[in-house]
């Protein structure tokens, strides 16, 4: 329970002051009626911060410990007046500045355990939280099971996410600017997660670059996703999914296939990935499993997954949903024009909710200006743009719009203050490529957009193929609005299907069960381009089976 305390207390820590929430926090203060407990805080912190200035002067007073220690219980004091009296009129302030007790993560854990994942030198822990009567002594409706991860070790997680030498890195760098990728490039960064992906996304978008080069480039990111997964399962996602389904010795002979793709088939979990475990794909872990279509059996086979970035964020989540009515949707289409398949993507979004409660501002429209206007209007919120997050400060990270030097970042979305979001959709972005350093904590888009007031989002950990997306948000808008699932369970099964469903199925799937693809969802030219070949050639295969096609989307929140 200790160990649980303190990495909530220091997720909750980090995340609020990354997003500068104190400081916003305080700012309504006055506006809200409660400019005197505003005034008292920030004298108090005032005084505190004067007295530290002074502990290593000569010339402090005498009596300075006994002023520190008063001036430190008077911070205390008001940060304990702001969570009584404004905390008793407006919720947000009610654990103002408070580190999280155990008492205070276990709501959060009633619905669905939670599984804190951390790396540490000796290996890595699993902290599964119970808050339905599992796992606790005896008299003690909870508890907190342990799962040692011996392969989890902070060296062998930074040797999976970059490979490259500094020298090697230095010699990479070189030969992009200059628009090249040489064969031992590929081969220094291959193996690594972030430095093949890295290297992949660069080079493909590089027109200086041969056709060639680019096919060696996707193959080797394939192929580098594919030995990473592997070694989520055996490293840290194997354990947990034991730990957590009822049947023993998973992957090793004995254990029978579970069925795939069933809904509500697997126990559902909220992990809480730390550190650098949060750029990974830990619902796509795999074992190999000859009787599954894939010959594989993935994590969220077991496991309904979604991620929060900490109890905190995911209570708060829940109180949002719980209250918000996902009945009208915002909908921004590539403000740049270089998404191909976007009009198919916005046109099975918009025929789930009713006319007079969507809006649409797409191409030169779609203005951060005006997308602000309209975002606190609509419960739903979807995008088809590029995004992207910035490590070094994590409020810049944003979306693209139609004026290239105006993003929508991170910032504008806590500025709003978007409490009556249930859903916001980034179709087609990726939260994280960092460079060459290695920060020691990634906070992307999905936390940010928490953070800032949704209660769920769907993100890409990658930038992702356009024709296999368009079909994956088809499917999970069906799923979730058509068929009734819930936003996490619609994403896993939209995900199952397109991995596990022939090319063949695809077609009769979409021109029967939903006849009105070919009229509003697939265009004349994009159904010639996205079915014909893989149809027509290729009826019997999977073409978008490898998780590169379906696993870059993960569901954070509720």
């Given at each position: 329970?200790?160990a649980?305390?303190?990495?909530?207390?220091?997720r909750?820590r980090l995340?609020?002051?990354t997003?500068e929430?104190?400081r916003?926090?305080?700012?309504?203060l006055?506006?809200?009626?409660f400019?005197?407990?505003?005034?008292?805080?920030?004298?108090?912190?005032?005084?505190?911060r004067?007295l530290?200035?002074?502990?290593?002067?000569?010339?402090?007073?005498?009596?300075?410990?006994q002023?520190?220690k008063?001036?430190?219980?008077?911070?205390q004091a008001?940060e304990?007046?702001i969570?009584e009296?404004?905390g008793?009129?407006?919720p947000e302030?009610?654990h103002?500045m408070?580190?999280?007790?155990f008492?205070q993560?276990?709501?959060?854990?009633?619905?669905?355990?939670?599984?804190?994942l951390?790396?540490?030198?000796?290996g890595?822990?699993?902290l599964?939280?119970h808050?339905d009567?599992?796992?606790g002594?005896?008299g003690?409706p909870?508890?907190v099971?342990p799962?040692r991860l011996p392969?989890?070790?902070e060296?062998?997680?930074?040797?999976?996410l970059w490979s490259?030498?500094?020298?090697?890195a230095?010699?990479i760098?070189?030969?992009?600017?200059?628009g090249?990728v040489a064969?031992?490039d590929?081969?220094?960064?291959?193996?690594?997660y972030?430095?093949?992906y890295?290297?992949w996304?660069?080079g493909?978008?590089?027109?200086?670059?041969p056709?060639?080069?680019?096919?060696?480039?996707?193959?080797a990111?394939?192929q580098?996703?594919?030995e990473?997964t592997?070694?989520?399962w055996e490293?840290?996602?194997?354990?947990?999914?034991?730990t957590l389904?009822?049947?023993?010795a998973?992957g090793?002979g004995?254990r029978?296939?579970a069925?795939?793709?069933?809904q509500g088939e697997?126990?559902?979990?909220?992990l809480?990935?730390?550190?650098l475990l949060s750029?990974?794909?830990?619902h796509?872990?795999w074992r190999?499993e000859p009787a599954a279509?894939?010959?594989?059996h993935?994590?969220l086979?077991?496991l309904?997954?979604?991620?929060?970035?900490?109890?905190?964020?995911?209570?708060?989540?829940r109180?949002?949903?719980?209250?918000t009515?996902?009945?009208?949707?915002?909908?921004?289409d590539n403000?740049?024009?270089?998404?191909?398949?976007?009009?198919?993507?916005?046109?099975?979004?918009?025929e789930h909710?009713p006319?007079e409660r969507q809006?649409?501002?797409g191409?030169e429209?779609?203005?951060?200006?005006?997308v602000?206007?309209q975002?606190p209007?609509y419960?739903?919120?979807h995008?088809c743009?590029?995004?992207?997050?910035?490590?070094?400060?994590?409020?810049?990270?944003?979306l693209?719009?139609?004026e290239?030097d105006?993003?929508l970042?991170?910032?504008?979305f806590?500025?709003l203050?978007?409490e009556?979001a249930r859903?916001?959709v980034?179709?087609a972005?990726?939260?994280?490529v960092?460079?060459?350093e290695?920060?020691e904590?990634?906070?992307?888009?999905p936390?940010?957009?928490?953070?800032a007031?949704v209660?769920g989002?769907?993100?890409s950990?990658?930038a992702v193929n356009?024709?296999?997306?368009?079909?994956l948000m088809?499917?999970?808008?069906d799923?979730?609005?058509?068929?009734?699932l819930?936003p996490?369970?619609?994403l896993?099964q939209?995900?199952i299907?397109?991995?596990?469903s022939?090319n063949?199925?695809?077609?009769?799937?979409?021109r029967t069960?939903?006849p009105?693809l070919t009229?509003t969802r697939?265009a004349e030219?994009?159904a010639?381009r996205?079915f014909w070949d893989m149809?027509l050639h290729?009826p019997g295969?999977r073409d978008?089976?490898?998780?590169?096609?379906?696993?870059?989307f993960?569901?954070t929140g509720?």
């Amino acid at each position: 329970e200790q160990a649980v305390e303190a990495l909530e207390a220091g997720r909750t820590r980090l995340l609020r002051e990354t997003m500068e929430q104190n400081r916003r926090d305080l700012e309504r203060l006055p506006a809200l009626g409660f400019d005197r407990l505003h005034k008292r805080y920030q004298e108090a912190r005032q005084r505190f911060r004067d007295l530290l200035a002074q502990g290593e002067s000569p010339r402090r007073p005498a009596d300075w410990p006994q002023q520190m220690k008063a001036a430190w219980e008077e911070v205390q004091a008001a940060e304990q007046a702001i969570r009584e009296e404004a905390g008793a009129v407006y919720p947000e302030f009610a654990h103002f500045m408070e580190d999280p007790t155990f008492d205070q993560v276990l709501p959060a854990a009633r619905d669905a355990p939670l599984v804190y994942l951390l790396a540490t030198p000796a290996g890595g822990l699993a902290l599964v939280v119970h808050g339905d009567g599992r796992g606790g002594p005896a008299g003690r409706p909870y508890g907190v099971t342990p799962v040692r991860l011996p392969g989890l070790t902070e060296e062998a997680l930074n040797r999976r996410l970059w490979s490259p030498t500094p020298e090697e890195a230095r010699r990479i760098n070189d030969h992009l600017q200059q628009g090249r990728v040489a064969p031992e490039d590929i081969e220094a960064a291959r193996g690594g997660y972030l430095s093949m992906y890295r290297l992949w996304r660069i080079g493909i978008l590089d027109r200086r670059i041969p056709k060639k080069t680019k096919e060696a480039l996707h193959a080797a990111w394939l192929q580098t996703l594919d030995e990473t997964t592997r070694w989520l399962w055996e490293a840290v996602v194997g354990e947990v999914v034991e730990t957590l389904t009822p049947t023993p010795a998973v992957g090793r002979g004995d254990r029978p296939v579970a069925p795939t793709g069933g809904q509500g088939e697997g126990v559902r979990v909220t992990l809480i990935p730390t550190g650098l475990l949060s750029l990974l794909p830990l619902h796509a872990a795999w074992r190999e499993e000859p009787a599954a279509p894939t010959g594989r059996h993935y994590a969220l086979d077991d496991l309904r997954i979604t991620y929060a970035p900490s109890a905190h964020a995911l209570w708060a989540a829940r109180r949002i949903a719980a209250h918000t009515a996902p009945d009208g949707v915002f909908v921004v289409d590539n403000p740049d024009g270089t998404l191909r398949f976007s009009d198919e993507e916005v046109a099975s979004v918009l025929e789930h909710f009713p006319p007079e409660r969507q809006h649409l501002l797409g191409g030169e429209s779609a203005t951060r200006e005006a997308v602000l206007r309209q975002l606190p209007r609509y419960p739903v919120l979807h995008f088809c743009t590029h995004g992207w997050a910035d490590p070094d400060d994590p409020l810049r990270s944003g979306l693209r719009m139609a004026e290239p030097d105006h993003p929508l970042t991170l910032a504008n979305f806590l500025d709003l203050r978007l409490e009556g979001a249930r859903l916001a959709v980034l179709s087609a972005c990726e939260t994280a490529v960092p460079g060459t350093e290695l920060p020691e904590e990634v906070i992307g888009l999905p936390t940010g957009l928490l953070q800032a007031g949704v209660a769920g989002v769907v993100g890409s950990l990658w930038a992702v193929n356009e024709i296999s997306t368009a079909l994956l948000m088809a499917r999970f808008y069906d799923l979730w609005r058509g068929k009734g699932l819930a936003p996490p369970e619609a994403l896993r099964q939209a995900q199952i299907w397109l991995r596990d469903s022939t090319n063949g199925e695809k077609e009769v799937l979409f021109r029967t069960a939903l006849p009105e693809l070919t009229a509003t969802r697939l265009a004349e030219e994009t159904a010639r381009r996205a079915f014909w070949d893989m149809v027509l050639h290729r009826p019997g295969e999977r073409d978008f089976a490898h998780p590169y096609y379906w696993a870059g989307f993960g569901y954070t929140g509720v």
